[in-house]
């Protein structure tokens, strides 16, 4: 699936199948409301509307089902007619996996995506993450042509006309963002270094007219980045706190946005074992989900003040490494005894929220993770741990993941109970957790809350996205659909205002956002 060019239009226009191979798919009742008329074109001569009817007739979801209607040239597939309340109604993972089974092969092939108009964002997301970019295969370098798939939506249901020229430019803003995430995750790290990262957020920076502030190095520790540095130090390429900042005129509010950019993670000193190491060059995959919404936020039209801070660091083992034992001054002013050096994303998220609470002046701190292994137990491998001190966006949290496809349940937010985990006897606390069978995933985002203040009047979101950043051993980009579409309402594009959940009146009547308070409003 890699080196396919992915384009979405408002009409793919009428072919042969056998020239251009076809995957209709949606779920069955909307399926069955597609006219011939509509399909005639890209399924004749091949095809009848006999053999159509017939082959919708034959489609048993249970929950997913396809049918070849021309050798593999042509197929159709059916989505589940039903999903539950933790699922999103577009049945967004089960779009990947038909996708990577059904979509026959060939150089230029289309997909006709038949769903409701509310259902596009997450349905297109879920397309792009059946085609990653990263590949180090050798057969794909001597195949140089370049792929296309060509993606038509169908929209049935209420609000069912054409799909406008900027839902196009949305989808495609969002699925190249989902992309990029997934290629800088999939990429090892003898590429993607920190310094390869930090190019890469350059090179976003410069097609947005935006110079980063990057601090790194030596000047970390210079300035008390004691988190960053001190898990990135052993490391031949430096760790580095890197912002993108955007500032528009007539902004009501600062957001930030802090990503975990561990590059690679050896678990430093506490190594890891060497059926746990492996996959973790996909620990950076908070970091790569904040640049590739970053760029499509600003591309749409974000309206308020958005930073996005990377704290970039590879957890080596070295000389120079941190100890256990060695305590580090972060830049809260806290001071951290390091018990575990595997528990290292926490501290170079502390210094990234510190950074965006004292210097950037956000209202709004999300942070974004791979930060520990128990979300996989505690929320599974398809929805995102969230940890908020907001009830109120927790909730939002949970709406998003259902309307973007990047599903998220939350965690137990009790810091009175768990933030004793880290006592210390020498130091403010400790990195790692006493007891690991109490809320360990929990514990960790409290850590990181805790050097902004359990009492700060903001809002503090974070989120673990360990688990669901990959799928096998491949990166799915998770993250950004969440991000585009939580932050929705604080974005000019109308699809974007469609999927969010904040600033809703109807949310705001039942009490799920109150818009009236600063600490909670986003628009």
């Known amino acids: 699936m890699a080196n396919v060019g992915l384009q979405f239009q408002a009409s793919a226009g009428d072919a042969d199948p056998q020239s251009r191979p076809l995957l209709l798919l949606g779920q069955l009742h909307h399926l069955h409301r597609v006219p011939w008329s509509h ?5 004749q001569p091949r095809v009848t509307e006999e053999l159509w009817q017939a ?8 929950p997913t089902d396809s049918c070849p209607l021309y050798l593999n040239y042509a197929t159709v597939a059916a989505l589940p007619s039903r999903v539950s309340r933790h699922n999103s109604p577009s049945a967004a993972h089960f779009i990947t996996r038909l996708v990577r089974t059904c979509l026959p092969p060939g150089t230029h092939r289309c997909i006709l995506m038949v769903c409701e108009r509310s259902d596009a964002f997450a349905s297109a997301c879920a397309l792009a993450r059946a085609f990653p970019l990263f590949t180090h295969r050798s057969g794909a370098s001597r195949r140089p042509e370049k792929k296309t798939v060509t993606v038509e939506f169908f929209l049935v249901g209420q609000d069912n006309g054409p799909v406008e020229v900027s839902t196009l430019q949305c989808l495609t803003s969002a699925t190249e963002g989902v992309r990029l995430a997934a290629r800088i995750v999939d990429t090892p790290c003898n590429e993607m270094n920190t310094d390869t990262f930090l190019e890469e957020i350059k090179k976003v920076g410069k097609e947005l007219g935006i110079v980063p502030t990057v601090i790194r190095d030596e000047e970390l520790k210079a300035r008390g980045f004691g988190g960053i540095y001190g898990v990135g130090k052993a490391a031949i390429h430096p760790p580095a706190l890197a912002v993108l900042s955007h500032t528009p005129d007539g902004a009501t509010q600062t957001i930030a946005w802090v990503g975990k950019g561990i590059v690679y993670d050896t678990g430093g000193l506490s190594m890891k074992g ?18 590739g919404a970053f760029r499509a936020a600003v591309k749409q039209g974000f309206k308020d003040t958005l930073h996005a801070v990377f704290c970039l660091a590879e957890n080596s083992v070295g000389p120079n490494a941190t100890r256990p034992d060695d305590i580090h001054l972060l830049y809260s002013g806290k001071t951290v005894e390091i018990n575990n050096t595997d528990a290292e994303g926490r501290l170079v998220l502390a210094d990234g929220v510190s950074y965006a609470c004292k210097d950037l002046g956000a209202d709004i701190i999300l942070d974004m993770a791979t930060l520990t292994g128990a979300q996989g137990i505690a ?25 973007c496809g990047d599903l998220v349940h ?8 768990h933030f004793s985990e880290f006592t210390s006897a020498v130091a403010d606390m400790k990195n790692s957790v006493a007891d690991r069978d109490n809320s360990p995933s929990s514990c960790a985002g409290l850590f990181i809350a ?7 009047p903001g809002v503090w979101v974070h989120l673990d996205i360990a688990a669901p950043v990959h799928a096998g051993e491949r990166a799915t980009g998770f993250g950004v659909a969440l991000l585009l579409a939580l932050f929705g309402q604080a974005s000019e594009d109308p699809l974007l205002n469609l999927v969010s959940p904040l600033g809703c009146e109807a949310d705001a009547q039942e009490g799920d956002v109150e818009r009236d308070s600063k600490r909670r409003r986003l628009v």
Not at 279 to 288: L, N, T
Request: with cysteine; charged share 20%.
């Open 450 to 456: 805790s050097h902004i203040g359990f009492d700060w």
């Open 379 to 403: 929320t599974g491998k398809y929805h995102a741990a969230v940890l908020t001190n907001s009830a109120e966006w927790e909730a939002a949290c949970v709406k998003a993941g259902r309307q």
């Open 55 to 62: 082959a919708l007739s034959t489609l048993n979801p249970n």
């Open 39 to 43: 399909v005639r074109g890209k399924l």
């Open 274 to 291: 060497k059926t746990t190491m492996p996959g973790m060059k996909r620990d950076c995959g908070g970091a790569a989900a904040v640049l």
């Open 410 to 417: 939350p965690l137990v937010y009790c810091p009175e109970l």
